[in-house]
């Protein structure tokens, strides 16, 4: 499928919302967690959410539903397992073809990708980077990903802020069907002299990632049609980027999650977004 590349003919105004953009696949108990914290720590009106859903069969899809009926999300829902790059591809042309067609207020301005196991935890955690981003004119804002085949040369995907005017064009790459979707994305933009900067995201608590929630899922749900079910088999244990005090954040979240959501049924979750869907006084 070829990119819709996002329109340079239509500029958002400086309160112009952010897009976030998500792929979910058997994670239906970690989207709903990430999608409440988005609610909990971020005001509604600056955000538009993309949720797409890789043909899950764990009642993902029917949640999903009733968030976009709710107007709290849209939901695109694939008929099979496109894996992530596809679907953030998916997510992000949709948005570039809607750029076209809204008021000029309603347009986005960023893009904010994020993992199905990404949690915000702080109310700070969208403006803060949004700033850094409008102030150092960069196209890429995240943090480094250091492990055995990055050692920091690329932002780690699962909290990710981007500049769609600059990125989401020629030469630069498209997210790609990769153990690291965004490997070609990054370097391209690095090739067209596009910047990327550091911010810390994880690392100063403004967001925590479990890490292989997805993996996990593929091999609890012994899915061995997956073509990442024998990597999911050895790495399917939250790693949460190891910072240390990530675990308690995520506890914490738990905490107000299941106090205000109870059992997750499409209703509950419907419910505890919708509180935060207004300004905050």
């Known amino acids: 499928m070829d990119r ?38 971020i005001q509604a009106p600056r955000l538009h959410l993309v949720v797409v859903d890789n043909a899950s069969t764990d009642g993902s899809a029917p949640m999903l539903q009733a968030l976009a009926d709710a107007g ?37 301005g960023y893009l904010w990708v994020l993992d199905s ?30 492990d055995r085949w990055h050692q920091g040369e690329i932002m780690g995907l699962h909290c990710l802020l981007i500049d769609p005017r600059q990125v989401w064009r020629a030469p630069v790459a498209a ?12 370097r391209s933009a690095a090739a067209a002299g596009i910047t990327a900067v550091e911010f810390p995201f994880t690392r100063d608590g403004y967001a925590v990632h479990l890490g292989r929630g997805t993996l996990r899922a593929i091999a609890e749900a012994d899915d061995r049609d997956n073509r990442y079910y024998h990597w999911a088999r050895e790495h399917h244990e939250p790693h949460f980027m ?6 308690g954040r995520y506890r914490d979240l738990l905490r107000h999650f299941t106090a205000e959501v109870g059992e997750l049924t499409a209703e509950s979750i419907v419910a505890a977004c919708a509180r935060y869907a207004h300004p905050r006084p």
């Open 4 to 41: 819709v590349e996002w329109p340079i003919d239509a500029p958002a105004g400086p309160q112009a919302p952010v897009g976030v953009v998500t792929v979910s696949f058997n994670t239906r108990e970690l989207t709903a967690q990430m999608i409440y914290s988005l609610f909990r720590h």
């Open 72 to 108: 709290l999300c849209e939901a695109v829902f694939n008929a099979e397992q496109r894996y992530h790059g596809p679907g953030l591809n998916q997510a992000i042309d949709h948005l570039a073809r809607r750029q076209r067609v809204v008021d000029a207020g309603e347009r986005i």
């Open 117 to 146: 196991d990404c949690m915000v935890t702080r109310d700070d955690a969208l403006s803060a980077p949004v700033d850094l981003l409008r102030r150092t004119g960069a196209g890429i804002v995240g943090q480094p990903v250091r």
């Open 175 to 186: 997210f790609e069907e990769h153990g690291s979707p965004s490997d070609a994305l990054q």
């Open 242 to 247: 190891e910072q240390g005090d990530a675990p």
